[in-house]
Nanobody, 123 residues
Framework: VQLQASGGGLVQTGGSLRLSCAAS????????MGWFRQAPGKGRGFVAA????????NYADSLKGRFTISRDDAKNTAYLQTGSLIPEDTAVYYC??????WGTGISDDYDYWGQGTQVTVSS
């Protein structure tokens, strides 16, 4: 599975970005998809995930209400809509694919990773 993340950029506090993750190589509709992020000097942390059929979504507790994960199987793409961004959201955002289809919050459950897209929130 190849994953291509895009949509990052520089945004002011309070702004929003929609990140995209285009997948290829396996039937997208069978994949659980997740987003993780890594801030400078910190480890990679869970952001959000969605199951293979879109019925189940998971979010990091601190991000509920500001971020929304979705998927469009016709476009083989997962999305992360971010909102009310703050400087602490500055990080490289990675998308990942779970062959098991569940889309968990555990990075070890994911089999493939994209290259990451930088999100920078200015104060």
């Amino acid at each position: 599975v190849q994953l291509q993340a895009s949509g990052g950029g520089l945004v002011q506090t309070g702004g929003s970005l929609r990140l995209s993750c285009a997948a290829s190589g396996r039937p997208f509709s069978t994949l659980g998809m997740g987003w993780f992020r890594q801030a400078p000097g910190k480890g990679r942390g869970f952001v959000a995930a969605i199951s293979w059929n879109g019925d189940k979504t998971n979010y990091a507790d601190s991000l509920k209400g500001r971020f929304t994960i979705s998927r469009d199987d016709a476009k083989n793409t997962a999305y992360l809509q971010t909102g009310s961004l703050i400087p602490e959201d500055t990080a490289v955002y990675y998308c990942a694919a779970d062959l098991g289809g569940w889309g968990t919050g555990i990075s070890d459950d994911y089999d493939y990773w994209g290259q990451g897209t930088q999100v920078t929130v200015s104060s």
